[in-house]
């Protein structure tokens, strides 16, 4: 005996009810402050630290440029070690 077919068929509009997707509501605004320093603060080092740099070791200082690269390299190298 098959008892398969005793059990009502559910309506389209309660399998879809029940398997649609809900959205997740968007946060705050407030939220993202941190967000945005910490863009900002990457934008200071890779932009305009190196900058800065440039102008002191190879104009200020005259180093040599491998010392010049090396120097770029140390201040980039925190970022490398990022993980989220």
Same mark, same amino acid.
Do not use: C
């Given at each position: 005996?098959?008892?398969?077919?005793?059990?009502?068929?559910?309506?389209?509009?309660?399998?879809?009810?029940?398997?649609?997707?809900?959205?997740?509501?968007?946060?705050?605004?407030?939220?993202?402050?941190?967000?945005?320093?910490? =863009?900002?603060?990457?934008?200071?080092? =890779?932009?305009?630290?190196?900058?800065?740099? =440039?102008?002191?070791?190879?104009?200020?200082?005259?180093?040599?440029? =491998?010392?010049?690269?090396?120097?770029?390299?140390?201040?980039?190298?925190?970022?490398?070690?990022?993980?989220?």
């Amino acid at each position: 005996f098959d008892d398969r077919h005793d059990k009502p068929v559910p309506s389209p509009a309660s399998l879809r009810k029940r398997l649609e997707i809900r959205q997740p509501k968007p946060k705050k605004k407030e939220g993202r402050f941190g967000l945005y320093a910490q =863009y900002f603060a990457v934008g200071v080092v =890779y932009g305009g630290l190196p900058q800065t740099m =440039y102008g002191f070791f190879l104009g200020y200082l005259n180093v040599d440029a =491998y010392a010049y690269a090396a120097a770029t390299t140390v201040v980039a190298l925190p970022w490398s070690f990022k993980f989220v």
